[in-house]
Structure formats: structure tokens, C-alpha cells
């Protein structure tokens, strides 16, 4: 979560070294598993802060 957090702040230099971070931790932990557990995949989450976190994840390769 703090990598989307700071990527979406505009630190993108500090989201990239999380999400760096996490592929050593869990090489096989993707994307999909991640968000599962995240209220922004409810459809009660507005549709354009949900689309702002997709953003920011694409841009950081996860």
C-alpha cells in the first residue's frame, strides 16, 4: 500500500525502492493478490481514485 501512496504523493523514486522491496520478499506475489484485499476494488469506491491507484501501480510495473 505505501508504494501506491507514494507514487500517487509523486514520490515516485520512494515507491519504485517498495515495490523493489517486495518482489525480493515475494518474487511470486502479484498484482491481482495485492488488490484482492484492498476496499478500492469495491464498487462502493469511486471509480476515478480506483482508476488513480490502477495508474499508479502501472507505472511502478506492478
Known sequence: M???VHELCG???TAKRLIERIR????D???AQFS?????????YPAD?????EDAFD????
Open 11 to 13: 514520490d515516485h523514486r
Open 49 to 53: 481514485k480506483r482508476r488513480a491507484i
Open 24 to 27: 525480493r520478499s515475494w518474487p
Open 59 to 62: 507505472r511502478l510495473g506492478f
Open 36 to 44: 484482492a484485499a484492498l476496499v478500492h476494488r469495491s464498487p462502493y
Open 29 to 31: 506475489y502479484t498484482r
Open 2 to 4: 505505501a508504494a501506491w
